[in-house]
């Protein structure tokens, strides 16, 4: 671990070097990020858990660079070409991109055309004419000639050398590197259709005459113009100037002559009506040409790819957090609904602890319509278990499945039920994965479905734990990105919210378990092994008993396991058992209890934390400890709460431009959000629709899970779109009046809508763009969570997908 590199970290950190240090050696110790964020505070100098991820991926980042660096360093050595000065090139080199360049001309490649040429003796050619333009190209290379060498005449010795100068200009770091950052800066990318292609790739409609600046470009459309071109629909091109102005009309183009001509004025060279000039000019146009304009091609694809991928990566992301640190409705019986037409209503009710206690399949819907039989099914089952909440999935037939729920209620007012919508995103897959079949072995895979919207529904972070999170599919463009990027993104999301709300170990599950800080997947399975042995723990000491679990795996789980009702009422906080003597000191200053202690702000308020910091904790920990003993196991997720659908507004037929409905976000993208208002339809507020002011990121506005009040702009019954405002108080821009497609070749038609590979965000012309890839398992969306993928199948923007 070079000192470089945390300095670079804490820099980028704006943070003291001091802490990025403690910060290392804590996570080379082996230490999560949970673990330092709550318990290491004083080591870090508060380093908050998203400090700590960036850091984490930046010396993640920064290590394999030294890595690499060092192997360059090796190659470039072996070859006998590694000089004083080439080094200190390499060791300022600040980035993966940097250090290839420099490498490029040392790297090993297949015999080129310049290898050639220089072994048979052109390079001193070449070096002449670079050097004095004044000389005759063709005359000079007449001394060149030699048939037994390969060089037949003048033209083969001018073009070996040539050969031999295009690979320098290309082999050049600081002039690739400047050519890159121009054309970054003042490209396009272009999208065309292949011919014949026009009707099967009606989806990517939107990219048929496309182009966009590099630095315009959003993740989700440069996302759907790769997958286009791989479903081979569409051919991109990365040209060097923006083809259009901002008013959609072509600008005059400064065309590649101005790339030319940095690379001509790097060697040298101008035309100045010397003898040599126009074949140096020349030269220079083949170099840009076949091989620094392909580099910079290959370059800036794989430069807005990754740009992307980690928007998008950064977008579900974001949308998981929320999805999982949504609000629970408790520990109460619940009865679960997976709607369905020809196979039934799956119906799984659970107790308030989740455990299943009852199964049927009812049978409401076409073809049967057995709607009374059906509620008298659920009658019985909800007064003989007591259930309180009827959780309803949001796939096919969920809102005939809602309205029966309804009419449940309406019937039996004297059950006092509650029915909710919520997400079938992953159901399916849990259902089929090996953990159901170990956790529910005795019922058939298409109820397992029933018990989890139950359970989801009471506990969606315990429940949805023991999903694959990239199955949930809260993302865009999900399976288009790097699986080891998106994987580790959200491992760490899941990590972080189940630490922050903590577990209680007598009841939680393997998968969940494995997500608390220091325990993987066999130390969980222990756990819940000697749980089952044993009987639930008393107190977290018993922790130690379990097999495998040592001292480091204690010192990192125990804070954020919790035991309700133990032996010792701290071992339900979040206080870890290392502090429990700061919290001795605080009882014998109050003289009381730590029973009657807990809970007494007024008495915990008065006290000072600074008479109990000691030379292993500080003012941040104590502090900690008393706001703890405040509120002991306090949940940070927000309170329940539902979205009440407008009565008589079930379906798209049904709405009207300058209706007021209330409704759920089930997503949020980069151009705006979908909300639920009750037809089985997402609807789309775009991000112009949001505020009176600017909105830079819906996300600063709204997220799923939230209750809103959105007016309809307009509905597309024939087209299945929606479009909302969240600005009640006046009519939002129409989607023509957000800049709709101007004349001209490709412009954008709407710079900050959304898309998914064809169509538009809302309704009308500014909608948001279909070509979302399907999602693996079962969709819907929810009173607090689904899938783009599912939102935009409810919002008629997946057609053909």
Request: hydrophobic share 40%.
């Amino acid at each position: 671990m070079t000192t470089s590199i945390q300095q670079k970290i804490a820099e980028e950190l704006g943070v003291r070097e001091r802490q990025v240090k403690a910060a290392v050696e804590l996570l080379d110790g082996g230490a999560t990020v949970p673990f330092i964020a709550r318990y290491r505070k004083e080591a870090t100098g508060l380093l908050d858990d998203a400090q700590l991820r960036t850091l984490e991926e930046r010396l993640r980042y920064l290590r394999e660079l030294e890595e690499r660096r060092t192997a360059v360093l090796e190659s470039i050595e072996a070859q006998g070409k590694l000089d004083e000065a080439l080094r200190e090139r390499i060791m300022a080199a600040d980035s993966k991109a940097r250090l290839e360049d420099i490498y490029l001309p040392f790297k090993p490649k297949r015999r080129t055309r310049a290898q050639i040429a220089r072994e048979a003796g052109l390079e001193p050619l070449a070096d002449r004419l670079l050097t004095d333009p004044g000389l005759e190209p063709h005359v000079v290379a007449e001394a060149f000639v030699d048939p037994d060498g390969g060089v037949a005449d003048a033209a083969a010795a001018l073009d070996g050398a040539r050969a031999i100068l295009v690979e320098r200009f290309a082999e050049d770091a600081d002039l690739i590197g400047t050519l890159r950052e121009r054309m970054w800066s003042r490209g396009a990318l272009v999208s065309r259709v292949r011919e014949g292609k026009e009707e099967a790739g009606a989806k990517f409609a939107d990219y048929f005459d496309f182009a966009e600046p590099f630095t315009r470009l959003p993740s989700h459309r440069v996302l759907a113009m790769f997958r286009g071109e791989k479903e081979e629909v569409l051919d991109l091109s990365l040209e060097p100037d923006t083809p259009t102005g901002d008013d959609g009309a072509p600008e005059p183009r400064s065309g590649p002559g101005d790339y030319e001509l940095l690379v001509a004025e790097r060697f040298g060279i101008a035309d100045r009506g010397r003898p040599g000039d126009r074949w140096l000019m020349e030269t220079v146009r083949w170099a840009w040409r076949t091989r620094l304009l392909v580099h910079l091609g290959i370059d800036l694809r794989l430069r807005l790819r990754q740009a992307a991928e980690d928007d998008a990566v950064r977008v579900f992301a974001t949308n998981l957090r929320d999805l999982l640190l949504a609000a629970p409705a408790g520990s109460r019986p619940t009865m679960g609904l997976d709607p369905g037409f020809r196979t039934g209503v799956k119906v799984a009710v659970v107790d308030a602890t989740g455990k299943v206690v009852a199964t049927e399949t009812i049978y409401p819907h076409e073809p049967r319509r057995r709607w009374d039989e059906s509620i008298d099914v659920l009658a019985r089952l909800a007064r003989q278990h007591r259930v309180e909440l009827v959780a309803i999935g949001n796939g096919t037939a969920s809102r005939e499945t809602d309205r029966l729920a309804g009419d449940l209620i309406g019937r039996h007012p004297d059950l006092n039920l509650t029915k909710v919508v919520v997400s079938e995103a992953g159901a399916s897959v849990y259902s089929a994965s090996a953990y159901a079949s170990r956790e529910l072995p005795e019922l058939d895979v298409s109820l397992r479905g029933a018990v989890s919207i139950a359970r989801r529904l009471q506990d969606p972070l315990a429940e949805l734990v023991k999903i694959d999170p990239k199955s949930i599919g809260v993302g865009q463009y999900q399976h288009d990105v790097s699986e080891a990027k998106l994987s580790r993104s959200l491992d760490a999301v899941v990590e972080d919210c189940v630490n922050a709300v903590g577990v209680d170990v007598n009841t939680a599950s393997a998968p969940l378990l494995r997500r608390v800080s220091g325990i993987g997947e066999g130390l969980a399975e222990n756990i819940v092994a000697h749980r089952d042995a044993h009987g639930p723990f008393r107190t977290r000491r018993a922790l130690k008993d379990v097999a495998r679990l040592g001292p480091k795996a204690f010192e990192q789980c125990a804070g954020f396991l919790r035991i309700p009702g133990g032996d010792d009422p701290l071992d339900a906080s979040s206080v870890h058992p290392e502090a429990y003597p700061v919290v001795r000191r605080i009882l014998k200053a109050t003289g009381g209890e730590l029973k009657s202690l807990i809970g007494q702000g007024s008495v915990l308020r008065s006290l000072r934390p600074t008479d109990f910091v000691d030379e292993t904790f500080g003012l941040p920990t104590v502090t900690d400890i008393l706001r703890e003993l405040e509120k002991p196991g306090r949940d940070p997720r927000p309170a329940f709460r539902t979205a009440t659908f407008t009565e008589g507004v079930d379906k798209l037929e049904d709405l009207a431009a300058g209706m007021v409905l209330e409704g759920v976000v089930t997503n949020v993208a980069a151009f705006g959000a979908f909300v639920d208002v009750g037809v089985h339809q997402d609807g789309l507020v775009h991000v112009s629709a949001m505020s009176k002011s600017f909105v830079k990121d819906p996300r600063d506005v709204v997220k799923p899970g939230d209750i809103v009040r959105v007016r309809v702009l307009d509905v597309d019954v024939p087209r299945g779109r929606i479009s909302l405002s969240l600005r009640l108080d006046e009519d939002a821009p129409k989607p023509e009046q957000r800049g709709g497609a101007p004349a001209g070749r490709g412009r954008e038609r709407d710079r900050d809508r959304g898309d998914r590979g064809g169509g538009r965000s809302g309704g009308g012309r500014g909608s948001a763009r279909r070509g979302q890839p399907r999602q693996q398992g079962r969709s819907g969306g929810f009173t607090g969570d689904t899938a783009l993928a599912d939102a935009l199948r409810r919002a008629g923007l997946d057609k053909g997908l």
